[in-house]
């Protein structure tokens, strides 16, 4: 079975941080690009930073989170981080982690689509961690 597992959230000040988690199992790790999604109340869904596994080494990022968000990869524990500084009330979101079926060449595209707002088709999701920054 398939899982993607999000944890880490809670309620923070403006200033403060917090790291995400998302640890998968069930399929092939490294086959898969995973992505940092959120989505605030009335907002649509947008991805925030995206690593494209085996075929891409480089980290992608919204431009809302660029300079304050590190995604980071454990890949012998299929582990996925999102360390969040300098939050800000604007951050506040369920975040959820997903991911994305790489073809051979295409880590490097699909993380740069989600992350420049485009729309790509995610193979499985999380169920998503509330993170809440207060003012």
């Known amino acids: 079975e398939v899982q993607l597992v999000e944890s880490g959230g809670g309620l923070v000040q403006a200033g403060g941080s917090l790291r995400l988690s998302c640890a998968a199992s069930?399929?092939?790790?490294?086959?898969?690009?995973i992505g940092w999604f959120r989505q605030a109340p009335g907002k649509e869904r947008e991805a925030v930073s995206c690593?494209?596994?085996?075929?891409?080494?480089?980290?992608h990022y919204a431009d809302s989170v660029k300079g304050r968000f590190t995604i980071s990869s454990d890949n012998a524990g299929n582990t996925v981080y999102l360390q969040m500084n300098s939050l800000k009330p604007e951050d506040t979101a369920v975040y959820y982690c997903?991911?994305?079926?790489?073809?051979?060449?295409?880590?490097?595209?699909?993380?740069?689509?989600?992350?420049?707002?485009?729309?790509?088709?995610?193979?499985?999701w999380g169920k998503g961690t509330l993170v809440t920054v207060s003012s």
């Open positions: 690593i494209g596994g085996t075929d891409d080494d480089n980290t």
């Open positions: 997903a991911a994305v079926r790489v073809v051979a060449g295409t880590g490097r595209y699909i993380c740069n689509h989600l992350t420049s707002g485009y729309y790509y088709s995610v193979d499985y």
């Open positions: 069930g399929f092939t790790f490294d086959d898969y690009a």
